[in-house]
């Protein structure tokens, strides 16, 4: 797309079109089976405009030295999920996690996985905390499982947890807190319940990676809004240039925001620039 005296000149395959307007609603790069490669964005710059940084979002996580392998399959109904960058929490969800081979999704980890995408692309330090147990607070929790001792006291460790987990995370639970799996449960010392404890609030994942673009469900970065007119969705830069959907840089969480955005940005933009509004 080049600047011409009538507007824009469009050149595919030798073919030439003039026009007076020009929507761009390329889509983001992820998915590109669907025929979003992210050339918008090329196309956009060759205009004048810059780029915020083109990352994934609503992509599973990949964890390291979690025992990633034995969870797989691995559902956790409603627990709530946090992502720390550097020790600090950034964002929390509270959700359904799915652990796989490779590390981390579900609803809640894609809600969140924004936020640590961008502290992995900048070298950052990034954790995700699971509360197994979101509706107990660690003293109510403390309670329950002494409580549950008193009641099944006899039973081994491994046998035991099956009172708080499912049984795929049991052995990594065992193994992450030092407790014997045959351990009696009456055998528990007061620190190792501690440590049990705080394990059910703050089970940690290191995040070493991210699933590829291809992979992701939306585009984060790309055309910034300050460079567009939200009236009319015109360019700020290049008089005659609209702009609609996930080419722009705005994402949001799953259920229905994103299509909402490009349904929504879609019918501005075309109405505008048939209208020739400025």
């Not at 025992?67 to 709530?80: C, E, K, T």
């Not at 020790?87 to 652990?99: D, I």
């Not at 499982?145 to 795929?168: W, Y």
């Not at 994103?258 to 209208?275: E, P």
């Amino acid at each position: 797309i080049e600047r011409s005296d009538q507007g824009f000149q469009i050149t595919q395959n030798s073919h030439k079109i003039l026009a007076r307007r020009v929507l761009l609603a390329t889509g983001g790069a992820s998915y590109p089976a669907t025929g979003s490669s992210g050339d918008g964005y090329v196309l956009a710059e060759q205009l004048g405009h810059s780029l915020t940084p083109i990352l994934p979002a609503l992509v599973p996580l990949i964890t390291a030295n979690n025992n990633p392998a034995q969870l797989q399959g691995l559902s956790l109904g409603r627990v709530r999920a946090e992502v720390r960058v550097c020790g600090k929490k950034v964002a929390e969800k509270t959700g359904e996690v799915l652990c796989t081979h490779f590390g981390l999704s579900g609803p809640a980890i894609l809600a969140l996985s924004r936020e640590a995408v961008r502290g992995l692309a900048a070298g950052q330090q990034v954790d995700v905390i699971l509360d197994v147990f979101p509706e107990h607070d660690p003293v109510a929790l403390d309670a329950w499982l002494r409580k549950e001792i008193a009641t099944h006291g006899k039973k081994q460790c491994c046998n035991f947890m099956h009172i708080f987990l499912p049984p795929k995370a049991i052995p990594v639970c065992l193994e992450q807190t030092g407790l014997h799996s045959t351990l009696p449960a009456q055998n528990i010392t007061a620190r190792e319940r501690k440590r049990l404890r705080t394990w059910l609030k703050e089970w940690r994942f290191s995040i070493t990676g991210h699933r590829p673009l291809s992979e992701a469900m939306v585009t984060t970065g790309g055309i910034p809004l300050t460079e567009v007119n939200p009236k009319t969705m015109e360019s700020r830069l290049c008089s005659g240039l609209y702009f609609a959907g996930e080419i722009l840089d705005m994402d949001a969480d799953t259920g229905g925001f994103n299509l909402q955005a490009a349904l929504s940005t879609g019918f501005l933009a075309g109405r505008c620039a048939a209208l020739g509004m400025p």
